[in-house]
């Protein structure tokens, strides 16, 4: 795959709706609505990818950043925000984020062919070029994201404002 390429995914641009987008026109105690039977709410998803994109970015860096102990650790605790401002901040905290993405996917090849240090055993034997934990994280954003997409149709909250396919 090309730079092009992931530079678009991590927004979403032609593979499905705009990432930032999927969480837009949420009020926030739609956001922390847990239909019966799933295991987590939109407020949970974005605290979730937000903190593996932190992760990855400290990680891409060269800072000594620590794996979790357990999963756990990766999601908030709370089902939902506190407020308003909690959840605006958080949207606008994963914005910034894929901001930082785009900006380094767009770095010269040679950047990009940097290795990352694993951290944990199962960072070991998958790329660890720059390259290779960008696309990463690019996956597992999109496996989330069509969760979130998911929620907010299970909550009577599709499409966002921005749109999106309802068929």
């Not at 926030?28 to 039977?37: I, V």
């Not at 994963?94 to 901001?99: A, C, N, P, T, V």
């Not at 070991?124 to 496996?143: A, E």
Request: charged share 20%; with cysteine; hydrophobic share 40%.
């Amino acid at each position: 795959m090309n730079q092009r390429a992931l530079v678009e995914l991590i927004r979403g641009h032609g593979a499905h709706i705009d990432a930032v987008e999927c969480f837009r026109g949420l009020a926030p105690e739609l956001a922390g609505r847990r239909p019966e039977g799933l295991p987590y709410t939109i407020w949970q998803l974005l605290g979730h990818v937000s903190y593996w994109i932190e992760y990855e970015l400290a990680r891409g860096a060269g800072e000594a950043v620590e794996y979790p102990a357990h999963a756990a650790l990766s999601w908030p605790p709370d089902p939902a925000p506190a407020g308003g401002g909690e959840w605006d901040a958080a949207v606008a905290r994963f914005e910034r984020l894929l901001e930082e993405m785009s900006r380094l996917a767009g770095a010269p090849e040679a950047v990009l062919a940097r290795p990352v240090r694993p951290r944990h055993d199962s960072e070991v034997g998958k790329d660890d070029t720059l390259l290779g934990v960008l696309w990463q994280t690019v996956v597992h954003n999109s496996y989330h994201l069509g969760q979130v997409a998911l929620l907010r149709r299970a909550i009577g909250a599709w499409p966002p404002p921005g749109g999106g396919d309802t068929w």
